[in-house]
């Protein structure tokens, strides 16, 4: 048994906040944040607009619990009551972590275009009254809560690479640093005002940048990518792999992420509108076809469609189009799915059996490789009459040349620092459970709880 050193943690602990701290040094004041509020246009909240993303932010919450049937029922029986716990845990450490310091790094004011400072931490001036450079129609406390959704997701995605073998005190301490230093700093970079790859400069003006609508990107290829870098840290799963103890639970996450998925997509259009209902209608044909396009493939290569293929072939649907649903037809959106299918097949039966990685609920073979197809046909696909932008088949290579780009920064920048903070956890605290205790199940040992078995 790895001996813990309580002075190694005091310091990684230290280490992280004075980077935070050193982060707020730079950049805009609180008076200066506050000042851009009052410089903004007058801005009128709408009701409608209001409730559709408080609804749409509830949708998206939903998903968390939705991925733990999803992730549970794959798993072995012994296991499942640690992955409900560890996504649980992900919903109340990173909401914590978001409303204390998370938002101001991803959304906060810019610091040279590579995060947001601490101006709007503990919500400091995040209220009732909207932030024109995000949403000009809903209360500014309204976008926070809606985009900590997401920041609650992402980090939750990157468990299915590590499932049944790491202990839960290092899967905290992992996922608020991964939140920290990979999530926050990739939101600010696409989406935040000013970051270096956004579509709007510090000051609200429209820029060259990444089309990602809903987070194709920030989500899907951050969590995809740090999930590679987690199965490699990790290692193999003692023991021989099992089927899913509980295909009905998958399914029915299954269901449950697609029912949040309209909230996670239409609602990123942050008004109830023609662009949420383009974004919801090109997320429900996408996911139909995905799904049907991996039963096809099943029964091609494995001479039966089944209903594990179904699912994942309709979450991994959901993740291409993720970023593109507010910048594509409806008619796109359906090959934007059957290419999703096809390509996260390939990569979950060829690849990994090929590279032999033990990515043990397909975290990078659905997220990764799919959230980088979609950010890529974001860029083929796009059309100005649906959401301002053209990409390569209307006319203009470019778009896809910067989609290229923040694909290429996005899985460098999640892969090293990934791969840098589960090596520095694992040396503080060790990452990974005993064989005995992996055997036994992670239910018992981690727990003493029981989701199938019984406690003595």
């Known amino acids: 048994m790895r001996k813990r050193n309580m002075f190694g943690r005091a310091g990684l602990l230290c280490g992280l906040f004075g980077i935070l701290m050193m982060l707020a040094g730079n950049g805009y004041s609180q008076e200066a944040a506050a000042g851009a509020v009052a410089a903004a246009p007058a801005a009128t909240i709408s009701a409608g607009d209001t409730a559709w993303v408080l609804m749409s932010s509830a949708l998206v919450l939903l998903m968390t619990p939705g991925l733990a049937f999803f992730y549970g029922g794959l798993v072995r029986k012994k296991n499942i009551l640690s992955i409900l716990m560890q996504c649980f845990a992900v919903i109340c450490l990173v909401t914590l972590q978001w409303v204390l310091f998370g938002y101001s790094l991803a959304f906060g004011p810019d610091v040279k275009g590579w995060i947001g400072n601490l101006s709007w931490a503990f919500l400091n001036g995040v209220g009732a009254d909207p932030f024109t450079g995000y949403a000009a129609t809903i209360p500014h406390s309204v976008f926070m809560i809606f985009q900590a959704m997401f ?180 008619m796109s959106a359906i090959w934007i799915g059957a290419g999703a299918a096809i390509i996260c097949f390939i990569a979950v039966t060829f690849i990994k059996a090929v590279f032999k990685y033990d990515d043990t609920l397909d975290a990078f073979g659905v997220h990764g490789v799919g959230g980088i197809w979609g950010a890529l046909a974001t860029g083929i696909w796009a059309e100005k009459s649906v959401g301002g932008f053209d990409g390569l088949l209307h006319g203009n290579p470019g778009q896809f040349l910067i989609q290229i780009k923040a694909v290429l920064v996005t899985i460098v920048y999640s892969f090293v620092v990934s791969f840098v903070l589960l090596k520095l956890v694992d040396k503080i605290i060790g990452l990974r459970v005993s064989e005995h205790e992996e055997r036994v199940g992670l239910d018992l040992t981690q727990h003493k709880e029981a989701g199938y078995t019984t406690i003595d």
């Open 151 to 330: 920041a609650v997701i992402t980090p939750a995605l990157i468990l299915g690479a590590f499932a049944e073998r790491m202990k839960f005190s290092a899967f905290c301490v992992f996922i608020l640093l991964w939140a920290t230093l990979v999530y926050d700093p990739v939101a600010h970079w696409v989406w935040g005002l000013g970051g270096f790859l956004s579509r709007f400069d510090a000051a609200g003006n429209a820029v060259p940048g990444a089309l990602d609508f809903a987070g194709g990107t920030v989500v899907h290829i951050n969590a995809g990518i740090a999930a590679l870098a987690a199965a490699l840290v990790m290692g193999k799963r003692v023991g021989s792999v099992s089927p899913p103890h509980n295909l009905p639970f998958a399914v029915l996450g299954a269901g449950l992420l697609w029912f949040g998925w309209f909230g996670f997509n239409a609602g990123s259009a942050l008004a109830a509108n023609g662009l949420a209902a383009n974004a919801f209608v090109a997320t429900h044909i996408a996911t139909a076809v995905a799904g049907l396009t991996w039963a096809i493939c099943d029964w091609l290569y494995h001479k039966r469609a089944t209903t594990l293929g179904m699912i994942t072939g309709a979450v991994a649907g959901l993740v291409a189009i993720t970023p593109a649903c507010g910048f594509v037809s409806p």
